[in-house]
């Protein structure tokens, strides 16, 4: 083992440590008065109870899903024995980050309100920080599964002297992917469905029927529109980057593996942990990131932007260097083209939320004009952010297509065959690594956002003055813009990850070929078999597109993406017409609740959100697990690598249309609510509404949950290779 | 040539016939009172304006067009040279069938107003003859333009005696297809903005703000949207399908030349002229169905339906018979495959029409849905619209997959390989012969739509009595329905039609590799030259999923689809706003208006719409031309493959939805105005409507102009294959 990978479980054990001390940190400052401790609990036993029932659900479904990796491995003998266990050890943690995150969070919110009674300052860096408790969770603990595997796997399996024992070991810990997938699939999709059905119930009915403000006491699903924040912003999101940082990773490790396997088992191992070391490298930068971010009494909107960017602008630039030092140390063959296909992942992160900015911000020409549309009504309000958001997922593709094209070709050389296929897709696992690698920061970000938006709702709800609510309010205004961008970075991580999977999926069948062959250092013409084996599978299993089968798994996974977006979608509407029917329910029989004399009964709200999202999230699930399941099956190895490209490329599509076209519809309303085209009140305010409760669940549940749809279902092949390869009908 | 072959242009003479005597029969009726004949004058004229600036710039772009065909055939040798006389011939003849359908439509609808005067049946004949004349002039131009072009190549080429001119012949007649690509990319985009601008206008001033019925002679607007039907509906849908016609019988012609080109010349011919005969013979039996639709007075919806189907059913049927026949009697190898492949492709047509039926008509659960959604507001209308719609597109999609599968494995036997390949490109092929085979009749159906909408226009401005109205109504009810099947029958069609298509477009690369070698009968290693360059060509060319290339070009072609959408979306929208501002101007400025005693300006809201769907239509329409060859100079053909698969997977998937979305949103208005939750003027049916209108781009100028794009951009890469092929970048 290099000394240097033990850089590795070492900056793990500092993030996680930093996430401790930060979260210690937090909960010394005073939670406020007794209103505010309240109103913090009761969104905190929303939150406990959410996670608790998401779980138990979770559980059963791991439970089945280790059964099923077993029979396949003991019985059958189509996997490798461990993967049952790396998929476990995947969800465990997983699961883990997200419940310290949410708990953070959660603790977080309350005392953020009473620490922007004092400053600005204060208030900024207490959420921020909090933030980071989740980032760095979430980046340790991706760390630790790697490291422990690693030295596991390494200890144990036997040395085989032809750089086989490295591709094992990287196959096997790709799998715990598919556990963090699992995981973030529920995630994502139950908390998706949770935080709209209480958003939009809760809007429809007060906001628009009883007319009273957001975040106002007596609503009764305000409470549960609060958890929803946290449940779908912090747990989904952290638990869908989690999975992004983890399966990049071990892809790349992966693809290394296979990329340098003939250049001698020193240079295969440093292929291996390369990503690894950037990975922490970058950790460890984001940690040092964090601690930058701070701000003075009444800076603008503008300034505090700033200072959240300078942090993460401070470890992206870092990172650049340090990833070059590395490359360079570990003496890699052409580190200065891998280095070239790290900054293109850096470089298409940042102009995918650039392009996200431009699309969604009320400072630009596309948002302008779907506000502009709502003086002729909700139509044309809706038309025209259908319109925009459509065009604007062209954008993000072609970053993507410039992006792995300059990442192959960089780490390739400027001509393909199939004799630098391995090395150009390393270069694609080692770009998304590089998109990925300072998470730590970049997830603070985006966990700051709910915080913000909590601390605003306890500040309203406890009626503290109006000078701390400008300041909350100065704090969640941040938190919609870091939330935009922070979706784009999501969705473009995702884009990449899953290709990078994708190509690992090659690498998997190809070593299910030579294992079912059982002679991989024989030679065949003079070329090693593997080698041979690998040519004859491209034409052996025909995975070109002429081949119908092909045709038919990319028509297949168009369709998965359609079908899923359309079932998230239409869960939301159900689930919201329930918690309307309960919020009418509680304003007609208990008296006192108009008058803010009674309290409403936030738990029986809480609850039917839960339930509503346990209930609906379960067939889109099942949905997205089968699927790869049973083409496989049915069309073998051609029929599963079309139904991935199809459903990567167009769910890809269809994530940035719905995140953009929501975004767009939000800030337009916003917007008309800073007086434009008539101002609050007006016929064009009230359409603009319209479009932001329609925006809802395209950018809150539908748009992200496609993140996962795309990772997971290439995870599900990648898992239950050795099943399509031995056994389809076709 | 076999004596058989003259059955094609036998009946392309038979269905010139037929149309004329359907014109000059329905000339013979009465057109009405003075105030019909002057509201038919003005909508005739708007059509014929529209279509007249239309085809201004249509002979532009033809001419520029054939100009760069020209220098790449005569100037880079890179093409035949007969492809730019054939594109020209393919544009002419669909530009002609488009002028006689509209003029046909333009004539009848006044006629069939009238004919309501004196009975149901009468008006049902009229306007469903008056519609055959657009059904039967598509089919008799395609037939017309494919007997010529087969006779003079099959005269002018030398022959070779390998199987090598019939293939030449087919390819260079397929590039006819891409005029008739280019003249419906036109037709559809332009008409499409034009119709739903009128539309969108006339309801957002008329209905919502000054509150007058639709059709209503006070509104400006109302001619132009009466005309908006026209060029919409008839001329976008007539040029719509006879792409499709002439395409699937081209590329099905090509295949057969190539997949029994080692069978000896007779199979071989008897293969290229097998889907002529098919269409031919469907062609008959179109015309002998349209002689089958009557009705009898005070029929109820139910048995006008029923009228329609029986003579749609008839033709369908006979086909299936006869098709058998002309296989056996052409003694094609397994001809009984092929005939399950015709078979597969007529079911599936059908498959995809009731699924249409039942997203989108009120008497299904999905769209009540919708109706019921309208309780809570517009937000949750579009919510649950759009999320059905999502759904709504797996199923045609998973139709297509089990089609293709079958088509092929009926034809080329249940296993893959590249040897059997040819022959199963072939079946599926066929099998988009076999659904579009009655194509005349079924036309007659979608035309008749527009015709009974119009006259439904017509009786309602110029106050006629409640009874005409009543059986105006009633034909019109009629024609929403079959508006809706025949969209998913356009719909299906474009996209068997496309996959057709590309498989063609392999063998145009084929042949292109295989001319640049310029050896086709030497053998290498025993096996002919054309065989071992074709096997060498799937690797060579590496249009295999692990080449980043393709994958790039998937997510190109995704990327064009969603581009290409939002454009045509936006399109609408802002042409939209103009015909608003115009229509607000009449109202503000003319005295007398609302009185009706003076007489709006109809010209000028013609020509705002036309002049808005022809600046439009500019942009998304070159984007669709220009797509194809810039990737193509760029990634090579293994790019080329990805894009196509990418458009004609995820643009099926959005063209499906859009429509069914636009349907569902359509008939879930209506069915609220027949006084479910709530009735008309009710909350909920003002939510409803807005659902309505939200469709209409959707499912009239969006969606459908996907169905082009889809084929054109295969069409683009068939003929510039030579270009890409012997230049690209990477």
Redesign the interface.
């Known amino acids: 083992m290099p000394l240097l990978f033990w850089l590795v479980p070492v900056s793990a054990i500092f993030a996680l440590g930093f996430s401790y001390f930060f979260f210690k940190q937090m909960l010394r400052y005073d939670e406020g008065t007794d209103m505010m401790k309240k109103i913090a609990m009761h969104v905190r036993k929303g939150a406990s109870a959410y996670l608790k029932q998401q779980y138990k659900i979770v559980i059963i479904v791991f439970l089945v899903i280790t059964v099923i990796f077993s029979i396949l491995a003991y019985g059958l003998g189509v996997q490798n024995k461990w993967v049952p266990f790396a998929f476990i050890s995947g969800g465990f943690f997983s699961g883990l980050a997200g419940y310290f995150g949410m708990k953070a969070a959660t603790y977080a919110s309350g005392r953020v309100a009473n620490a922007c009674r004092q400053s600005l300052d204060g208030g900024l860096r207490l959420a921020f920080r909090s933030g980071a408790v989740m980032g760095l969770v979430v980046v340790g603990l991706v760390l630790v599964d790697i490291s422990a595997w690693f030295i596991v796997l390494n200890l144990v399996l036997p040395e085989t002297g032809d750089g086989f024992k490295l591709m094992s070991i990287t196959a096997i810990m790709l799998t715990f992917g598919m556990g963090a997938s699992t995981q973030a699939l529920f995630a994502r999709v139950g908390g998706g469905i949770y935080t709209k059905a209480a958003d ?1 119930g809760a809007d ?1 009915v007060g906001k ?1 029927e009883a007319d009273i403000p957001e975040d106002d006491p007596r609503n009764p699903a305000t409470i549960a529109d609060n958890v929803g924040d946290n449940v779908g912003d912090v747990a989904g999101m952290g638990a869908d980057l989690f999975e992004s940082f983890a399966a990049s990773i071990l892809a790349s490790a992966l693809l290394g593996a296979a990329a340098f396997q003939a250049h001698g088992l020193e240079v295969q191992i440093n292929a291996v942990i390369a990503p690894m070391l950037i990975a922490a490298i970058g950790t460890l930068l984001s940690i040092a990131g964090v601690f930058m971010v701070r701000t003075k009494e009444g800076a603008t909107q503008k300034q505090l932007l700033r200072s959240l960017g300078f942090g993460v602008n401070m470890s992206a630039g870092l990172i650049v260097v340090f990833s070059l030092l590395i490359l360079y140390i570990l003496g890699l063959p052409n580190f200065l083209g891998l280095w070239g296909s790290i900054l293109v992942g850096l470089l298409a992160g940042i102009s995918i939320g650039q392009s996200t900015e431009y699309f969604t911000a009320s400072a630009y020409r596309p948002t302008q004009k779907i506000a502009e ?1 709502s003086a ?5 309000v ?3 952010g ?9 954008v993000p ?2 970053i ?2 410039v992006a ?2 300059l990442a ?2 960089f780490s390739a050389g ?1 001509t ?3 004799e630098n ?1 391995n090395s ?2 390393y270069g ?1 696992g080692i770009s998304a690594v590089g998109l990925l690698s300072t998470l730590g920061i970049t997830l603070a970000t985006d966990a700051y956002g709910p915080i913000a938006d909590n601390a605003g709702g306890n500040a309203e709800m406890s009626g503290l003055g109006a000078d701390v609510r400008k300041r909350t309010d100065a704090l969640d205004a941040l938190g919609n813009t870091t939330a935009a961008t922070g979706k784009g970075f999501a969705i473009g991580s995702a884009a990449l990850t899953a ?1 990078a999977l ?2 690992s999926y ?1 690498e998997e069948v190809r070593m299910m070929f030579v294992k079912f062959l059982d002679r991989p250092t024989e030679l065949i013409n003079g070329i090693p078999a593997i080698e041979a084996e690998f040519i004859d599978f ?2 052996h299993y ?11 798994g ?6 998965s ?3 899923f ?3 998230t ?2 869960a ?2 159900r689930a ?2 329930k918690m ?1 029917d309960e919020v009418r329910r509680q304003f007609r029989t208990i008296p006192g609740i108009m008058e803010g004399k009674a309290e409403p009964d936030y738990a029986r709200c809480v609850e039917i959100s839960t339930k509503g999202a346990q209930k609906e999230m379960m067939v889109p699930s099942l949905i997205a697990l089968l699927i790869p399941v049973v083409v496989g099956l049915v069309f073998g190895v051609p029929g599963i ?2 139904l991935l ?2 459903t990567i ?2 769910g ?2 269809m994530a940035i ?1 719905m995140a953009n076209a929501g975004g767009a519809w939000d800030n337009a309303k916003k917007y008309v609510e800073e007086g434009n085209f008539g101002g609050k009140g007006s016929e064009a305010h009230k359409a603009s509404i ?1 479009g932001d ?2 925006g809802d ?1 395209f950018k809150d549940t539908s748009g992200p949950s496609l993140n996962i749809l795309i990772k997971l279902m290439v995870m599900a092949s990648v898992v239950t290779v050795g099943l399509a390869v031995s056994y389809h009908i ?1």
């Open positions: 939009v429809l628009v549309s002729t009504g909700p139509a044309t809706i038309i025209s259908v319109g925009t958001g459509l065009i604007s997922a062209a593709l072609a993507i297509v792995i094209t192959f070709f400027f393909f065959s199939i296929l150009g897709l694609i290709l994708l190509a090659f491209v034409e025909e995975i070109h597109l002429m081949n119908p089968k092909v045709i038919v990319v028509l297949l996974g168009v369709m993406v359609f079908l977006s359309g079932m979608m239409n939301v509407g919201a017409m309307v690598t079309g490209v199809g490329s167009s890809f599509a249309f319209i409760t329609v669940p076709l």
